[in-house]
Nanobody, 123 residues
């Protein structure tokens, strides 16, 4: 069992930055692929970014590529999402997830989920 707790969300103006954190506890964090997803009101949950357990491979949605950076610190059981040049369309509830499928963009490939942290970008 893995427990995930997100933090770092908030209200920011367009063009600003936020860094989300996801603290994991339970089973060995370093063995899992970690990912961020987001869900805006009335929309389906969508993939944002994922990182291999070793930190060697990262993948991004086209909509965030070049603006967001995913990273992890296995010693701290934490995965991060640095979000720069934020846009109003980035407004959503951001979820951290863990799984064993490397590079997957599908929510169904992730076994454990946090409760989410709200990101709101004003124009």
């Amino acid at each position: 069992q893995v427990q995930l707790v997100e933090s770092g969300g908030g209200l920011v103006q367009a063009g600003g930055s936020l860094r989300l954190s996801c603290l994991a506890s339970g089973r060995i964090f370093s063995s899992y692929t970690m990912a961020w997803f987001r869900q805006a009101p009335g929309k389906e949950r969508e993939f944002v970014a994922t990182i291999h357990w070793s930190g060697s491979n990262t993948y991004y949605a086209d909509s965030v590529k070049g603006r967001f950076t995913i990273s992890r610190d296995n010693a701290k059981n934490t995965v991060y999402l640095q979000m720069d040049s934020l846009k109003p369309e980035d407004t959503a509830l951001y979820y951290c997830a863990s799984g064993i499928s490397s590079g997957s963009r599908w929510p169904t490939d992730y076994n454990y989920w946090g409760q989410g942290t709200q990101v709101t970008v004003s124009s």
